[in-house]
């Protein structure tokens, strides 16, 4: 146990180091394991592509039933993206469905009103067919949106036979 012999090597610390004896089996193991765990691990978040933000993208896409392509602008009145031109024709003619996407931010699920106004009784711009698709295409000037762009003429028109039915 002198610093001569080179098995056991004596630190400046009074520690031995006895190098003719291998470590324990148990050690080995969970050394070259552990070695082994982490590189396989770095290299599937490397590699596979999973990434905890594309799940969690995923999952509020799921939460809120929507795809997550469209998730990014919030349905808010001016953001609502119309629905794309191959898509309209059997989607639109659901008045109600429209109203639903459209409207009911503002004027209430079942139109009594909100932040716009009651559409199930008295209408300040008239009650007609024409008055109404008027305020919806172009607007109203207390803050009712124009929605000549995001919509069709249809659509309009069922919108309009819709809310006159409330
Ligand atoms: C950003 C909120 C908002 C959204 C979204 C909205 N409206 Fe309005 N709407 C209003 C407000 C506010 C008024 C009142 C405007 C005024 O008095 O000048 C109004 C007025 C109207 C009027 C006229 C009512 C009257 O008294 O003559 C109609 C009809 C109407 N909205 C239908 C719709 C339809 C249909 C949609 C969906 C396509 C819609 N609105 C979406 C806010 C909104």
Same mark, same amino acid.
């Given at each position: 146990?002198?610093?001569?012999?080179?098995?056991?090597?004596?630190?400046? !610390?009074?520690?031995?180091?006895?190098?003719?004896? =291998?470590?324990?089996?148990?050690?080995?193991?969970?050394?070259?394991?552990?070695?082994?765990?982490?590189?396989?691990?770095?290299?599937?978040?490397?590699? &596979?592509?999973? &990434?905890? !933000?594309?799940? @969690?993208?995923? #999952?509020? =896409?799921?939460?809120?039933?929507?795809? +997550?392509?469209?998730?990014?602008?919030?349905?808010?009145?001016?953001?609502?993206?119309?629905? +794309?031109?191959?898509?309209?024709?059997?989607?639109?003619?659901?008045?109600?469905?429209?109203?639903? #996407?459209?409207?009911?931010?503002?004027?209430?699920?079942?139109? #009594?009103?909100?932040?716009?106004? !009651?559409?199930?009784?008295?209408?300040?711009?008239?009650?007609? !067919?024409?008055?109404?698709?008027?305020?919806?295409?172009?607007?109203?000037?207390?803050?009712? +949106?124009? @929605?000549?762009?995001?919509?069709?003429?249809?659509?309009?028109?069922?919108? =309009?036979?819709?809310?006159?039915?409330?």
């Amino acid at each position: 146990m002198s610093t001569t012999d080179p098995h056991h090597e004596e630190h400046a !610390d009074g520690i031995v180091e006895d190098r003719t004896k =291998a470590p324990p089996v148990y050690f080995t193991i969970l050394f070259y394991g552990l070695i082994i765990w982490g590189v396989a691990f770095m290299s599937f978040y490397l590699l &596979s592509g999973w &990434s905890s !933000d594309a799940e @969690f993208q995923e #999952k509020m =896409a799921a939460h809120k039933g929507e795809p +997550p392509a469209q998730q990014e602008a919030a349905p808010t009145p001016e953001t609502t993206p119309a629905p +794309p031109a191959e898509e309209a024709p059997a989607a639109v003619s659901d008045g109600q469905e429209l109203y639903a #996407k459209h409207c009911a931010s503002c004027h209430g699920a079942e139109g #009594k009103g909100g932040f716009g106004p !009651d559409l199930s009784g008295e209408y300040k711009y008239g009650k007609t !067919d024409m008055a109404v698709e008027e305020s919806i295409a172009y607007g109203r000037p207390g803050n009712m +949106p124009a @929605f000549k762009k995001k919509l069709s003429s249809e659509e309009i028109k069922s919108l =309009a036979d819709y809310i006159l039915s409330l």
